[in-house]
């Protein structure tokens, strides 16, 4: 049983059904796990946001402020990417998720993601081409693919980006904290959307005809901040909730994930939200957290240096402060261990070498390279 609750100004109680049954372990708040791994810091920035490798080993990291940067292998060289577009970035807006094509090697295509200046604003999906190097580089050719609508005032931007096996392109944008986006069949917001790299719907879409434009691939979602493929090619998204709630899902196509009718967390107010089993024709999460622990990011494992997190996926988190490591099955996921890092986490990505790096938030947010401990 949960709590007394208000839904479409009915009072009601909500109980545990047989749905229940169908839904994944919640996580609740185990102990940090010895940390398998040496964590050395190898440089600083400003409210860095993602990073990006590059074939070579270099890497592309964005700062909140609007600022990319490409550093050397080692980390210990710099140089500013000019190209980017005035960004906004009061609140939670932000030069936000940085991606390379997959073809990247031969087109040298950088994709990004920003909080576009106006009131009320957008997120935008953007590309250029990267030139030069070291000695001064930019993207030329930068170009809006895709825009996020309607421009709302608000945070829950999300922007993050993936591209399947198949070479689509997937996006995922917040709800704007306005709730009911995630529902309305006219918005894109609170959606993940499929694209081809050029940023114009893929065919096929699941919801197309329904009401939805032709790229929703999923909605009811508040603010995904995470979105991977596993090795396998299945779609795996990290959503931070409200107070509690926050989610572990794996996206498949057209479902609906339920924000704001149902969540695992209550509102911030401290009015209760109608949990998962409760409706059961919602896609309920495969793992989630409360208290929240602020997902930030996701990435999928597939290294050697770490055979044990192959095929996993790791999580930062922000409120949180740790790593997490998911174990993913076909159907399933759950949490198999934490690592405590004493500061909020923004970015964790898998370098070309195998080792892990994360991204602390805020000023001076340190860049830091995991490798096994010997």
């Given at each position: 049983?949960?709590?007394?609750?208000?839904?479409?100004?009915?009072?009601?109680?909500v109980l545990?059904?047989?749905?229940?049954?169908a839904?994944?372990p919640?996580?609740?708040?185990p102990?940090?796990?010895?940390?398998?791994?040496?964590?050395?810091?190898?440089t600083t920035?400003d409210?860095?946001?993602?990073?990006?490798?590059?074939?070579?080993?270099?890497?592309?990291?964005?700062e909140?402020?609007?600022?990319l940067l490409?550093l050397s292998?080692?980390?210990?060289?710099r140089?500013a990417?000019s190209?980017?577009?005035e960004v906004?970035?009061?609140?939670?807006?932000?030069?936000?998720?940085v991606v390379?094509h997959?073809?990247f090697?031969?087109?040298?295509?950088?994709?990004?993601?920003?909080?576009?200046?106006?009131?009320?604003?957008?997120?935008v999906?953007?590309r250029?081409?990267l030139?030069?190097?070291?000695?001064?580089?930019?993207?030329?050719?930068?170009t809006t693919?895709?825009?996020?609508r309607?421009?709302?005032?608000?945070?829950?931007?999300?922007?993050?980006?993936?591209?399947?096996r198949?070479?689509?392109?997937?996006?995922?944008?917040?709800?704007?904290?306005?709730?009911t986006?995630?529902?309305e069949?006219?918005s894109?917001l609170g959606?993940v959307v499929?694209?081809?790299?050029?940023?114009k719907?893929?065919?096929g879409?699941?919801?197309a005809?329904?009401?939805?434009?032709?790229?929703?691939?999923?909605?009811?979602?508040?603010?995904?901040l995470g979105l991977?493929?596993?090795?396998?090619?299945?779609l795996?998204?990290?959503?931070?909730g409200?107070k509690?709630?926050?989610?572990?899902?794996?996206i498949?196509?057209?479902?609906?994930?339920?924000?704001?009718i149902?969540?695992?967390?209550?509102?911030?107010d401290?009015?209760p939200i109608?949990?998962?089993p409760?409706?059961?024709?919602f896609?309920?999460?495969?793992?989630?957290?409360?208290?929240?622990?602020?997902?930030?990011?996701?990435?999928?494992?597939?290294?050697?240096?770490?055979?044990?997190w192959q095929?996993?996926?790791?999580?930062?988190?922000?409120s949180?402060?740790?790593?997490l490591?998911?174990e993913?099955?076909?159907?399933?996921?759950r949490?198999e261990?934490?690592?405590?890092?004493?500061?909020?986490?923004?970015?964790?990505?898998?370098?070309p070498?195998g080792?892990?790096?994360?991204l602390?938030d805020?000023?001076?947010?340190?860049l830091?390279?995991l490798s096994p401990?010997h």
């Amino acid at each position: 049983m949960k709590r007394i609750g208000n839904l479409g100004g009915l009072m009601i109680l909500v109980l545990a059904t047989a749905a229940s049954a169908a839904q994944a372990p919640i996580t609740g708040s185990p102990l940090p796990t010895a940390k398998p791994f040496v964590a050395v810091a190898i440089t600083t920035f400003d409210r860095p946001w993602s990073m990006a490798f590059l074939p070579d080993g270099q890497m592309l990291v964005t700062e909140k402020a609007g600022r990319l940067l490409l550093l050397s292998a080692d980390g210990q060289r710099r140089t500013a990417v000019s190209g980017i577009p005035e960004v906004n970035s009061s609140g939670q807006s932000a030069l936000g998720e940085v991606v390379i094509h997959p073809g990247f090697a031969e087109n040298r295509f950088v994709y990004f993601s920003y909080s576009a200046p106006g009131s009320p604003n957008a997120i935008v999906l953007a590309r250029g081409k990267l030139v030069g190097g070291l000695d001064g580089a930019m993207l030329e050719n930068v170009t809006t693919l895709y825009q996020a609508r309607p421009p709302k005032a608000g945070g829950h931007y999300a922007g993050r980006i993936a591209f399947s096996r198949d070479g689509h392109l997937f996006f995922s944008m917040g709800e704007r904290q306005k709730f009911t986006p995630a529902q309305e069949s006219d918005s894109v917001l609170g959606k993940v959307v499929r694209l081809t790299d050029e940023g114009k719907p893929a065919p096929g879409g699941p919801l197309a005809g329904k009401g939805f434009a032709s790229e929703v691939w999923s909605y009811g979602h508040r603010n995904p901040l995470g979105l991977a493929f596993d090795l396998q090619g299945r779609l795996w998204e990290a959503e931070m909730g409200p107070k509690g709630g926050d989610e572990i899902n794996l996206i498949l196509p057209g479902r609906n994930y339920g924000w704001p009718i149902v969540s695992n967390g209550d509102n911030y107010d401290g009015t209760p939200i109608p949990d998962h089993p409760t409706r059961p024709e919602f896609e309920a999460p495969k793992v989630s957290w409360n208290p929240s622990i602020s997902p930030s990011s996701m990435t999928v494992y597939s290294g050697k240096l770490f055979p044990d997190w192959q095929g996993k996926a790791l999580v930062s988190a922000l409120s949180g402060q740790m790593l997490l490591l998911i174990e993913l099955g076909a159907d399933t996921a759950r949490e198999e261990a934490r690592y405590a890092m004493g500061k909020r986490i923004r970015s964790v990505d898998q370098g070309p070498d195998g080792a892990v790096y994360l991204l602390e938030d805020g000023p001076g947010g340190q860049l830091l390279r995991l490798s096994p401990v010997h």
